[in-house]
């Protein structure tokens, strides 16, 4: 995870410790290079140049250049940077709303809404004890609600029963009575993908927003895709409106562009990251535990 831009940074930092005593040259000229690092990180621009102007308005100080460790102060100014680019307290599921709690998943297709929905749903029955009903309003392609269905079965966790012909508003309809007569907890939406943002799927989703009234409306994001991830964030955040995002194959991503661009271009926190393709390979995301990985 993060591990090449991680190895970019470590090499930055040993030299700058190494050097002992530091001028105002040797800082810029080790922030120019962790500019070069997230910018090859694939990390949005405005993003970067917030983040360098922040370490460098604390790291050319007479404090720090005159203190016994200067290498090791600006590493740690850079941490704390890195933490607040990636959320800074991090953010949990909200599970507060009388039940049961809505959920919608949305994303682009392929990023892995099927997979997170189940996985979010066996964290919260397996972790928080919910008891968790799940439908699919994905009637475009036949496979999906045979997908989730198959999904929830391995994570003993319940679907809602397909019908067939049914509409995304009919299902969502039927499944919130259902979850509210039944005395279910949570009742979770993933909803149909497309390959691109276009706006028959933006209105799709702000009609079943407008009727689920979700308590969470979380983005699935595929990682791989470095800052396009944030940016098409941004247009569902725009349209639909986001409580959260959802990072996936964060396992396979060396680079970690788009966990450190998204907060920053919509505002809306990371709050979850799969790490795998088995049901279990889900994590909260901890912007500070993400850090210390990153420069360790
Ligand atoms: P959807 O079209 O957005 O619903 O995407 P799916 O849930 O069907 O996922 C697409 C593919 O991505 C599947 O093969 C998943 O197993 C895989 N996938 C989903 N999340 C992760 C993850 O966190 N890590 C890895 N390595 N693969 C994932």
Not at 100 to 126: D, E, F, N, W, Y
Not at 284 to 296: G, K, M, V, Y
């Amino acid at each position: 995870m993060f591990s090449s831009l991680g190895n970019r940074l470590g090499d930055i930092f040993d030299r700058l410790r190494k050097r002992g005593a530091l001028t105002e040259a040797d800082v810029e000229t080790a922030l120019r290079e962790v500019r070069v690092a997230l910018l090859e990180a694939d990390v949005a621009l405005p993003v970067v140049k917030d983040f360098i102007t922040h370490v460098k308005e604390r790291a050319i100080g007479q404090e720090v250049l005159k203190s016994i460790t200067p290498g090791q102060m600006v590493v740690k100014i850079v941490y704390d940077q890195m933490v607040a680019t990636l959320g800074g307290e991090g953010a949990e599921i909200n599970l507060l709303a009388t039940p049961p709690v809505t959920m919608m998943i949305v994303g682009l297709q392929g990023s892995g809404k099927t997979t997170s929905t189940a996985k979010i749903a066996r964290l919260l029955s397996t972790k928080k004890r919910k008891k968790v009903l799940m439908a699919s309003v994905d009637v475009y392609r036949p496979a999906a609600r045979e997908q989730l269905k198959i999904l929830g079965q391995e994570a003993h966790v319940d679907t809602l029963p397909i019908i067939d012909h049914e509409k995304p508003l009919e299902i969502v309809k039927r499944g919130y009575e259902k979850a509210r007569l039944e005395g279910y907890d949570v009742f979770m939406v993933d909803t149909a993908g497309r390959l691109h943002i276009d706006d028959a799927l933006m209105e799709e989703l702000v009609q079943l927003r407008n009727v689920l009234k979700p308590t969470e409306t979380l983005f699935v994001a595929d990682a791989m895709t470095g800052q396009d991830a944030a940016n098409v964030a941004k247009t569902f955040h725009e349209r639909v409106g986001l409580t959260g995002v959802v990072l996936t194959r964060v396992d396979g991503d060396a680079r970690g562009g788009a966990a450190l661009s998204v907060r920053h271009i919509t505002g809306c926190p990371v709050k979850l990251m799969g790490m795998g393709e088995r049901i279990e390979q889900i994590e909260e995301f901890h912007p500070d535990r993400i850090a210390s990985r990153i420069l360790d």
